[in-house]
């Protein structure tokens, strides 16, 4: 076998007994076959079931008859692609630019915009929104009684409630950051003799960028693109906040609705939510489509990195305006929502004394708190252990053993990134009911904690592949030879050179168990109710101010693990280089 052919010792396939590396072959596509996959098959099946669920099936298309004739969900599903489309239109030229600037450009501060950037992905959205409202409300908003002031302006300026308000509150939290990061590695890894070569034929920055550099990251904008597109659509909390009042719904909170309906409407929602899903793969399809057959490649043997380009004077305009930028759409909102959450009444100014900490006291009096944090706290450590133990076997299943289940594995793993979380929670609460553990399942901590855990696969696996692909087979089979046990070699030589990605991986999951809404909000109860579902709750019952507290909360934590996660992701990248 020549050189070029022998397999790397972090790929070369382990050889373990027969009895365990079946034991792992099997388990892995069992994991992301039936527990990722199972809940999108029930989508499909069940939206033909015209049954209560718990009862027999009977099937018929009554499902799709009722809901797709009902103006409200033609509506809903209208709406939901207007709303992403418009978003995108606005949000990926934006984005593209801050990427170009912070990994091309010798732009003042670009480390902290990125930085910048990676905060605002994690920041929850409903606290966000809570800041806003105070902001642009057409009645009390301060900016608007601000302008409203002005001679030539009459009434309300700005109206956060509808179309353009719910555009709006993405573009400044979530959906240009998250375009900027994914963007971001794939401008460092252009080549730079191809840009070069545009320059020396007389065409300028922007020309170049927009003749080359963007047409050669064809695959990684159109990928983004999508992805963002698909987890834009799982927010479903600022509709429902800001569409409500302008009798705005969409995909997600029609789901919702009619989930929560009296009776619930479980065979509507889901045949809206199979629907939606079949638009979703028609995404992912074009984008195929789209690549097939061309070439991309920017990376190559006589390739190197290019130099940073000196933007003169416009550097420090960019950086302004993109500081500028992080001070309008982020700090604006936080701040007022620390305001808001001290407000006697949510929004009044204008009262002798607008302040007080009675909602702090009466939050901190309240049962119903106390027995939210301590769900949230057992759901985020569950999810965080789950799915360290969870994705690290999955991932060394992977690399370790190649196959064809293996390869299978590798794949199912990404689909809960494409579906939006209502939709992986509908499918949820299907298998839920339809087992015979429903009582311990539907409702429960537990089940929130095996949808959180499903929910987090790609992600998580991922970063376990890289640490196993930088891990040498040799260290295992030296364990093996001197008598250790499988498990013995993976408990004492392997989690001690995964300990920093398992942290990483627990911070991440972890902070997403404490933000997300979207996921739980068709699987929680009184009982099981997480704090994240109890600050939607008093943004809805007129409790704007506590909500505001919570969110006051649960935005400084996320902060701090955010922050802490990226500290241990740079120190492991240090001690690696």
């Keep these: 076998m020549s050189a070029t052919t022998v397999p790397s010792a972090a790929t070369r396939p382990l050889r373990l007994p027969v009895r365990l590396q079946g034991a792992l072959v099997a388990w892995a596509p069992l994991v992301a076959g039936v527990i990722v996959t199972l809940p999108l098959l029930l989508l499909l099946v069940n939206s033909f079931n015209i049954a209560a669920p718990g009862r027999e099936a009977v099937y018929g298309l009554a499902n799709w008859v009722q809901a797709f004739s009902d103006p409200t969900t033609l509506r809903a599903l209208w709406n939901s692609v207007a709303l992403g489309a418009?978003?995108?239109?606005i949000s990926l030229p934006i984005a593209i630019s801050v990427a170009w600037l912070i990994a091309r450009s010798d732009m003042p501060g670009r480390s902290v915009i990125e930085v910048l950037c990676w905060l605002g992905i994690f920041l929850p959205l409903l606290p966000l929104t809570f800041g806003w409202i105070l902001l642009l409300d057409?009645?009390?908003?301060?900016?608007?009684q601000v302008v409203g002031r002005l001679p030539f302006v009459e009434g309300s300026l700005f109206n956060i409630y509808g179309f353009l308000g719910i555009t709006w509150v993405h573009l400044a939290s979530s959906t240009i950051y998250y375009k900027v990061v994914l963007l971001v590695p794939a401008f460092r890894r252009v080549g730079a003799s191809l840009e070069e070569a545009a320059r020396m034929s007389g065409a300028n920055q922007l020309t170049t960028l927009r003749r080359v550099t963007i047409p050669l990251l064809a695959?990684?904008?159109?990928?983004?693109?999508?992805?963002?597109?698909?987890?834009?659509l799982e927010v479903f909390e600022v509709e429902l906040l800001l569409g409500k009042p302008a009798n705005i719904s969409v995909y997600s909170t029609r789901i919702y609705d009619l989930v929560r309906d009296q009776p619930p409407r479980f065979g509507e929602a889901t045949a809206l939510g199979f629907v939606f899903l079949l638009m979703l793969l028609g995404l992912a399809i074009m984008q195929q489509w789209y690549v097939r057959g061309k070439s991309f490649t920017t990376v190559t043997g006589?390739?190197?990195t290019a130099m940073p380009v000196r933007l003169g004077g416009w550097g420090k305009a960019a950086a302004a305006v993109c500081f500028g930028w992080f001070v309008v759409a982020m700090a604006a909102p936080l701040t007022f929502l620390v305001l808001g959450s001290f407000m006697r009444r949510y929004g009044f100014f204008q009262l002798a004394n607008p302040f007080t900490l009675a909602q702090w006291q009466n939050l901190f009096g309240d049962p119903v708190f106390f027995s939210s944090v301590r769900n949230s706290l057992i759901i985020s450590v569950a999810v965080a252990i789950g799915v360290v133990v969870v994705y690290s076997l999955v991932a060394y299943s992977i690399v370790r053993l190649p196959s064809l289940p293996s390869r299978l594995t590798d794949l199912l793993v990404w689909v809960p990134w494409a579906v939006p979380g209502i939709l992986l929670s509908l499918g949820?609460?299907?298998?839920?009911l339809g087992t015979p553990l429903r009582s311990v399942l539907y409702g429960s901590i537990t089940g929130i904690i095996v949808a959180m855990v499903?929910?987090?696969?790609?992600?998580s696996t991922q970063f376990f592949k890289a640490s196993f692909l930088q891990i040498g087979t040799e260290l295992e089979e030296s364990a093996r030879v001197s008598g250790a046990s499988w498990l013995q070699t993976y408990w004492r030589v392997l989690l001690p050179l995964l300990a920093p990605t398992a942290v990483t991986v627990g911070l991440l999951s972890f902070l997403s168990a404490l933000r997300d809404i979207s996921t739980p909000v068709l699987l929680y109860s009184a009982q099981s109710r997480p704090l994240s579902i109890l600050m939607l709750e008093y943004s809805f019952s007129g409790e704007m101010e506590r909500g505001a507290a919570i969110g006051v909360l649960v935005t400084v934590f996320v902060m701090a693990v955010t922050l802490v996660a990226r500290a241990v992701g740079l120190r492991l990248a240090r001690e690696r280089a």
């Design 86 to 89: 418009v978003r995108t239109a």
């Design 454 to 459: 499903i929910k987090d696969s790609p992600l």
């Design 138 to 144: 057409p009645q009390y908003g301060l900016v608007n």
């Design 302 to 304: 006589r390739g190197y």
């Design 219 to 232: 695959p990684a904008v159109l990928g983004v693109t999508v992805l963002a597109f698909v987890r834009s």
């Design 428 to 432: 949820l609460l299907w298998l839920f």
